[in-house]
């Protein structure tokens, strides 16, 4: 799944240079949003930086030929137990460019309705599920309570095509 690339790449000046990356499959994010325009959050312990991260429910495109929509829609059913019916693209945000050709596809949905999370992995075994006004979410990017890129790039693009959930 993670490959570590090594390439030859040629500058548009026409220098030689070598680069290693790490490849990936990529990842998809979901801005589930409820009837209460709140917007579901987890805090999810991050190996990477010892620390919990406030992030969007969000997971690897681990499942070959699965369309990344369903695996939005899968992963928030996982982790939060929400369920939505349907979702719908808002953009793709690169990850790490410098380090990874890994991107994220992130999506939205309104009404989410709650189920049984169903956890995969060490992680999502302590996870926690937030439910946040969408407007104290942007506050929080704003005041840095919130800091992954996923997360901000989300919510900005959520509210920029839908900006009655600030209401």
């Known amino acids: 799944m993670f490959r570590l690339l090594r390439?030859?790449?040629q500058s548009p000046r026409n220098d030689e240079f070598e680069r290693t990356f790490?490849?990936?499959?990529?990842?998809?994010?979901?801005?589930?949003?409820?009837?209460?325009?709140?917007?579901?959050?987890v805090s999810q312990y991050r190996a990477t930086f010892d620390s919990y991260v406030l992030e969007l429910p969000a997971g690897m495109r681990d499942v070959e030929g699965e369309e990344p929509m369903v695996t939005a829609v899968r992963e928030l059913k996982e982790e939060t137990g929400y369920v939505a019916t349907n979702a719908e693209h808002l953009g793709t945000c690169l990850s790490s460019p410098g380090v990874t050709d890994s991107t994220v596809e992130v999506f939205v949905t309104h009404g989410v309705v709650l189920g049984e999370a169903e956890p995969h992995g060490p992680e999502e075994d302590f996870m926690t599920v937030h439910l946040v006004p969408v407007r104290e979410a942007i506050a929080m990017v704003d005041d840095g309570r919130i800091q992954d890129a996923k997360t901000?790039?989300?919510?900005?693009?959520?509210?920029?095509?839908?900006?009655?959930?600030?209401v």
């Open 22 to 41: 790490v490849s990936t499959p990529g990842a998809v994010a979901i801005v589930a949003v409820t009837q209460e325009n709140h917007v579901i959050l």
């Open 7 to 9: 390439r030859f790449i």
């Open 152 to 166: 901000a790039y989300g919510l900005m693009l959520a509210v920029r095509r839908f900006p009655h959930l600030l």
